[in-house]
């Protein structure tokens, strides 16, 4: 993250018809308290296979309730389907029905942050010894305005993988540059017309802005030189001789998981999420994982740093219990049996060190993180952009030859601009 865009904060002066977009009507009427007893309650996330996640919950609660013995925690799980936002600002207006903890995902920081429904943490993270191991640039993913509204939990980072049994017998090397990747895409249509060279998708953001942002450019600024070099060096992928439109243009990230894991790609931009599905299918065994490389050789290409933070409630009638719960979920300890029972990507240095030195997997995704990740616009603007689908539009229209780059991104920009309330 060492080449991070400083995200732009809020302007004091947002108007009420932006908040109205992507926020509760009202703000929080309650400030919350400070009692030491009673019940903390505590909103994570549902995952397709959550008793992995929910038996290390439990004994971290057991743990903090030993600690406390006036203290019960009640953990909710709740879905990650669109309509948590509902849900959320249900809770931001109402202080009685709000938890003390909530587990939220970072592209949502922004709506939250304009709804005022989290408190700052930047005081007590930084008088957490343990938090002076989140950098900079990943606490980035939970400030907004220049106040801390989270800890990251957990980090998501895409990375190559690459089959090795296709590049043996074919006599190729995992690609260093961006450039040295397309060819190596083509070389193995060229010879293996059953496999595409790399699934990319014109569905697939997070898989396109790593092009655009090595190239120096950025979602703000999509019809720039740098972006436009950056949107053309993607597109040019979704093309017959490596991943074919008619096929591709349609495809999300989740789709060409699928298509790596089930052996039809020689090569995929997947996260460490992914490793469970791709070990679970055709390709389990004949494959590697390198950074996904920038156009420089020896330097990865910045990737998007997803993930989920971990927040305390404004409303919250329990602040330095809930304060302190986040920190001990939020810890090594348990960010490390997190890692073991759900693969989550620790956001604490010594809880990445640590599991790198037992699985070698890692290094790939770690060494992109440490070479620099990017992240989406803090601004509530980001909402419509996404719901949009402003970039994948764009992606799909050069794909398929309805628009130039030129035009594309001329369109996609002012999309951009538009929901930034720009003219």
């Known amino acids: 993250m060492k080449r991070v865009k400083i995200l732009k904060s809020?302007?004091?002066?947002?108007?009420?018809?932006?908040?109205?977009?992507?926020?509760?009507?009202?703000?929080?009427?309650?400030?919350?308290?400070?009692?030491?007893?009673?019940?903390?309650?505590?909103?994570?996330?549902?995952?397709?296979?959550?008793?992995?996640?929910?038996k290390v919950v439990a004994e971290a609660v057991r743990e903090f309730t030993a600690a406390h013995p006036d203290v019960k925690v009640e953990v909710s799980y709740?879905?990650?389907?669109?309509?948590?936002?509902?849900?959320?600002?249900?809770?931001?207006?109402?202080?009685?029905?709000?938890?003390?903890?909530a587990e939220y995902g970072n592209t949502d920081l922004a709506e939250y942050a304009a709804a005022g429904g989290f408190a700052d943490l930047g005081a007590d993270v930084g008088a957490w010894a343990e938090g002076k191991e989140i950098n900079a640039d990943l606490l980035k993913s939970a400030t907004a305005g220049g106040r801390l509204y989270g800890v990251p939990w957990y980090i998501g980072?895409?990375?190559?993988?690459?089959?090795?049994?296709?590049?043996?017998?074919?006599?190729?090397?995992?690609?260093?540059?961006?450039?040295?990747?397309?060819?190596?895409?083509?070389?193995?249509?060229?010879?293996?017309?059953?496999?595409?060279?790399?699934?990319?998708?014109?569905?697939?953001?997070?898989?396109?802005?790593?092009?655009?942002?090595?190239?120096?450019?950025?979602?703000?600024?999509?019809?720039?030189?740098?972006?436009?070099?950056?949107?053309?060096?993607?597109?040019?992928?979704l093309s017959d001789d490596v991943c074919p439109p008619q096929a591709c243009a349609a495809l999300t990230g989740g789709?060409?998981?699928?298509?790596?894991?089930?052996?039809?790609?020689?090569?995929?931009?997947?996260?460490?999420?992914?490793?469970?599905?791709?070990?679970?299918?055709?390709a389990a065994g004949k494959y590697a994982v390198v950074p996904l490389p920038g156009s420089t050789a020896g330097t990865p290409a910045p990737a998007f740093a997803g993930g989920n933070n971990l927040g305390v409630m404004r409303s919250s009638g329990h602040r330095t219990l809930a304060v302190q719960f986040v920190q001990l979920l939020a810890g090594k300890t348990y960010q490390v049996k997190m890692y073991e029972a759900m693969g989550n990507l620790p956001t604490l240095t010594s809880a990445r060190r640590e599991l790198a030195a037992r699985d070698p997997f890692l290094k790939p995704f770690l060494d992109t993180v440490a070479a620099g990740t990017r992240f989406v616009p803090v601004d509530p603007a980001w909402v419509k952009i996404d719901n949009q689908k402003v970039i994948p539009t764009m992606l799909q229209k050069v794909a398929t030859g309805q628009a130039t780059v030129e035009q594309a991104t001329t369109e996609a920009a002012a999309a951009v601009n538009a929901a930034f309330g720009r003219s």
């Open 157 to 237: 980072v895409r990375a190559l993988y690459y089959r090795t049994d296709v590049f043996d017998e074919l006599g190729l090397k995992a690609p260093a540059t961006l450039e040295e990747l397309a060819a190596t895409a083509r070389a193995v249509r060229a010879k293996k017309p059953d496999l595409y060279g790399i699934a990319v998708g014109g569905e697939y953001t997070f898989g396109a802005l790593p092009f655009v942002w090595d190239a120096g450019g950025d979602i703000e600024r999509l019809d720039s030189p740098e972006s436009r070099k950056g949107v053309k060096a993607y597109t040019d992928l």
């Open 78 to 101: 709740i879905p990650t389907s669109p309509a948590r936002h509902e849900k959320f600002k249900g809770a931001f207006n109402d202080p009685a029905s709000a938890p003390d903890v």
């Open 10 to 54: 809020y302007a004091a002066g947002l108007t009420l018809l932006a908040l109205a977009a992507c926020a509760p009507s009202t703000a929080p009427s309650s400030a919350g308290g400070d009692d030491r007893t009673g019940t903390v309650r505590v909103w994570l996330f549902d995952e397709p296979n959550r008793a992995p996640k929910e």
């Open 255 to 282: 789709k060409t998981v699928e298509l790596f894991a089930s052996g039809k790609a020689a090569m995929g931009i997947l996260g460490n999420f992914s490793r469970s599905a791709v070990d679970a299918g055709p």
